[in-house]
Nanobody, 116 residues
Framework: QVQLVESGGGLVQPGGSLRLSCAAS????????MGWYRQAPGKQRELVAL???????VYAGSVKGRFTISRDNNKNTVSLQMNSLKPEDTAVYYC??????????WGKGTLVTVSS
């Protein structure tokens, strides 16, 4: 099993920045991919950014150039630096990992609100 704990959400004005972190514990050596998803009110959960099994990154078109995913293997964390935030970025952000056996795990989420 893998446990994921997100942190760093909050209220920010349009144009501002936030940094989210996801700390992984448990069977971390079994993790194949890891990344961030979000779910806005009344909408489906969607991919924001992730690391593939090969170590490359994938971004949603709506965040490309504004968000950056990074990882610290020593601390078993994956972070999401979010710049130039827009009201439409308001959502609950979830960390997700997929193990090599295909089982996926989700964190409980952290709320990001972009509003003036």
């Amino acid at each position: 099993q893998v446990q994921l704990v997100e942190s760093g959400g909050g209220l920010v004005q349009p144009g501002g920045s936030l940094r989210l972190s996801c700390a992984a514990s448990g069977s971390i050596f079994s993790i194949n991919t890891m990344g961030w998803y979000r779910q806005a009110p009344g909408k489906q959960r969607e991919l924001v950014a992730l690391f593939t099994s090969g170590g490359s990154t994938v971004y949603a078109g709506s965040v490309k150039g504004r968000f950056t995913i990074s990882r610290d293997n020593n601390k078993n964390t994956v972070s999401l630096q979010m710049n130039s935030l827009k009201p439409e970025d308001t959502a609950v952000y979830y960390c997700k990992s997929i193990l090599r056996n295909g089982v996926d795990y989700w964190g409980k989420g952290t709320l990001v609100t972009v509003s003036s």
